[in-house]
């Protein structure tokens, strides 16, 4: 599974971030030719998001493009941009599993011969994409995570956007719980208040608490608080640790179940433990790691 701690949008329409993206360190980076950008620089933008994926090297962050709606720009978004390989497309304002399959088509369409397979974000920021959550996740083998975006989200509802988040609350759960069974990730709406640090690390710890994989990031700054939260702490590792050595040991001794501080280690919490220590390895915070 890849590593999603953050994902940044960077606006398509600014060749100066565009050049620069990949030095702020996110795990993604989200070229974005959609809310970023006025409809009369649309063609602008696809044209220089679309040089930037040819030539300019993002180093070790994922390559995303966020594309307009099919009803708008999206299909012209999709003709011009696939070609030129990003890894992900982010589908804005997905609502049914009928909208990932028609961009999946349009998708394959635009791929060229022998290029690596362009796979989906799914956007939800509908009531009916909410609810359609599961049913999107499993849409096509290219979703690979459904990311939710508040701000259009609750403004369908009529609902007040707070730093607290409990008008959200609903449809994170929703999310993390289809993405989870769907076998894919689940990504964190944005927290908009680039100036406020303390509300970011706030809002991501209980991101992470929830069960999100990751958050999208609107400032470089965030970044770093971003990662703080998502990665895994010593005392994370450790128990994935103790986990995994009681789970060998039991299998040594020929036992069904093991037992770990006399709670019952089952396959979730083996899952889970080995997640820890994969992610553990990745970002090279333990010198070994068994998965």
């Known amino acids: 599974m890849e590593l999603r701690r953050t994902m940044l949008f960077i606006p398509g329409n600014n060749p100066g971030m565009l050049q620069n993206g990949g030095v702020f360190g996110a795990d993604s980076v989200i070229l974005d030719v959609e809310d970023a950008v006025a409809p009369g620089e649309k063609d602008a933008a696809r044209l220089l998001v679309s040089y930037a994926l040819r030539n300019v090297d993002y180093g070790c962050s994922e390559t995303v493009v966020r594309i307009n709606t099919l009803d708008t720009f999206g299909k012209e978004d999709i003709r011009a941009?696939?070609?030129?390989?990003?890894d992900l497309l982010l589908v804005p304002k997905v609502e049914t599993a009928a909208d990932i399959k028609e961009v999946v088509s349009l998708v394959a369409t635009a791929e060229k011969p022998g290029q690596k397979k362009v796979n989906l974000i799914a956007l939800l920021e509908t009531p009916r994409g909410i609810a359609e959550a599961f049913s999107i996740a499993q849409a096509d083998e290219r979703v690979v995570a459904l990311a939710l975006g508040a701000e259009d989200y609750t403004a369908a509802l009529g609902a007040n956007r707070t730093k607290q988040g409990t008008e959200i609350f609903t449809a994170r759960t929703m999310i993390i719980n289809a993405a989870a069974?769907?076998?894919?990730?689940?990504?964190?709406?944005?927290?908009?208040?680039?100036?406020?640090?303390?509300?970011?690390?706030?809002?991501?710890?209980?991101?992470?608490?929830?069960?999100?994989?990751?958050?999208?990031?609107?400032?470089?700054?965030?970044?770093?608080?971003?990662?703080e939260v998502f990665n895994p702490t010593m005392h994370e590792i450790e128990w994935a640790e103790r986990v995994i050595e009681a789970i060998r040991i039991a299998e040594s001794e020929g036992a069904g179940v093991a037992s770990l501080n006399g709670k019952m280690v089952d396959a979730p919490v083996v899952n889970r433990a080995e997640r820890i220590l994969y992610l553990a390895k990745l970002l090279g915070l333990v010198k070994e790691a068994e998965v």
């Open 81 to 86: 941009i696939v070609p030129c390989q990003p």
């Open 181 to 227: 069974a769907a076998g894919v990730q689940s990504i964190d709406t944005p927290y908009t208040d680039a100036n406020d640090e303390q509300g970011l690390l706030e809002d991501s710890q209980t991101a992470k608490h929830l069960g999100f994989k990751g958050k999208l990031a609107i400032n470089p700054r965030q970044i770093d608080v971003i990662h």
